[in-house]
């Protein structure tokens, strides 16, 4: 008699593969729901980093009022409304992004710089540009960063 026809052999390996399937089973299916849940909910948090940064930089392009000659930001003729929306809009960011990840911590700085040039004033318009244009790369490493990840399921 074969010892893999041996039914001791046989019940053996059966209580294996039950015992597999109890323990391995619900693992497999926890990492799938898990993916299936987490990663409709970082595509949100994607779509709405997008529009906000959006609208942070739309506001900070109303802002701009040149001063005549000498090419810095007029403090006195801001529109405050437009600020004040930027202002919110700068702590929704800070609430969003992670203060432990590096791009997250740069974004949260040129946001912050932006918003404080346009409160105070005096920064010409070459070095403003230069920090929105800084805010839109580093924004689209971060959301590009984050689509790959949901692209490829990782949690």
Excluded at 2 to 17: K, Q, Y
Excluded at 65 to 94: H, T
Excluded at 144 to 151: C, D, G, L, P
């Amino acid at each position: 008699m074969s010892s893999l026809t041996n039914p001791e052999v046989i019940s053996g390996l059966s209580m294996l593969v039950a015992f597999a399937t109890i323990i391995i089973g619900p693992v497999v299916t926890f990492k799938i729901a898990k993916r299936q849940i987490i990663s409709p909910i970082r595509q949100k948090w994607i779509d709405e980093l997008r529009e906000l940064m959006s609208l942070f930089l739309s506001e900070s392009h109303k802002v701009i009022i040149i001063s005549e000659g000498d090419g810095l930001l007029n403090v006195k003729d801001m529109d405050v409304v437009a600020f004040q929306k930027m202002l919110y809009m700068e702590q929704k960011l800070r609430l969003m992004l992670n203060p432990n990840e590096a791009d997250h911590v740069k974004l949260i700085e040129f946001v912050k710089s932006i918003t404080e040039d346009v409160q105070h004033g005096g920064c010409n318009l070459i070095q403003f540009s230069d920090k929105i244009g800084g805010a839109t790369e580093l924004s689209q490493k971060i959301l590009k960063s984050e689509w790959s990840r949901v692209k490829q399921g990782e949690i």
